[in-house]
Antibody, heavy 122, light 108 residues
Framework: EVQLVESGGGLVEPGGSLRLSCAAS????????MNWVRQAPGKGLEWVSY????????YYADSVKGRFTISRDNAKSSLYLQMNSLRADDTAVYYC???????????????WGQGTLVTVSS | DIQMTQSPSSLSASVGDRVTITCRAS??????LNWYQQKPGKAPKLLIY???SLQSGVPSRFSGSGSGTDFTLTISTLQPEDFATYCC??????????FGQGTKVEIK
């Protein structure tokens, strides 16, 4: 059974840092691209960041570029999101999502974690 | 960046109704369009991919159509468990995927 379990969320002051983790199981983690998606309270989904299966390519939403860093440890089947210079508008539930390429090239997010809440407030 | 706009933002419907939700892209995205269902406090669930392909395990009352810039999600006969928020996602700009703002389907 595929499972994604996020951890590391919590309350942090503006300007602070937090590191989120996503532990994967039930599939060959090293062969899948992974993403972080967030959802502010009462708002829609916002894609945050992407990392290719081999860690050789990463991509960020403009809203987090230069502040967030995505990484992965394929040996530990784990995905990470280092968040620095946090702002109030980064407050959200953060989900990790597995990207499946249907027919080899059509991306879908077929499995999601349960999410971890990050609250940025003084 | 590709902007995704859904309409309506919310709707009220009864069990048994046919429901249609629209998603429009700011530029052509071919058929790189996914639909998700999200219930309160839960993660999104993939329903439709590539505009019209049904994800495994998803009931056949859900269907998707469209290409280019205009897409629809249809629930043919609304069931009690279908009351949720539905969201489209474009995966044409790879990566840098963007979502629509969501459509909340409520009980009339």
């Amino acid at each position: 059974e595929v499972q994604l379990v996020e951890s590391g969320g919590g309350l942090v002051e503006p300007g602070g840092s937090l590191r989120l983790s996503c532990a994967a199981s039930g599939f060959t983690f090293s062969t899948y691209n992974m993403n972080w998606v967030r959802q502010a309270p009462g708002k829609g989904l916002e894609w945050v960041s992407y990392i290719r299966s081999g860690s050789n390519y990463t991509y960020y939403a403009d809203s987090v570029k230069g502040r967030f860093t995505i990484s992965r440890d394929n040996a530990k089947s784990s995905l990470y999101l280092q968040m620095n210079s946090l702002r109030a508008d980064d407050t959200a539930v953060y989900y990790c999502a597995r990207e499946r390429l249907v027919w080899g090239s059509w991306p879908t997010f077929d499995y999601w974690g349960q999410g971890t809440l990050v609250t940025v407030s003084s | 960046d590709i902007q995704m706009t859904q309409s309506p933002s919310s709707l009220s419907a009864s069990v048994g109704d046919r429901v249609t939700i629209t998603c429009r892209a700011s530029q052509s995205i071919d058929r790189y369009l996914n639909w998700y269902q999200q219930k309160p406090g839960k993660a999104p669930k993939l329903l439709i991919y590539a505009a019209s392909s049904l994800q495994s395990g998803v009931p056949s009352r859900f269907s998707g159509s469209g290409s280019g810039t205009d897409f629809t999600l249809t629930i043919s006969t609304l069931q009690p468990e279908d009351f949720a928020t539905y969201c489209c996602q474009q995966t044409y700009s790879t990566p840098g995927y963007s979502f629509g703002q969501g459509t909340k389907v409520e009980i009339k």
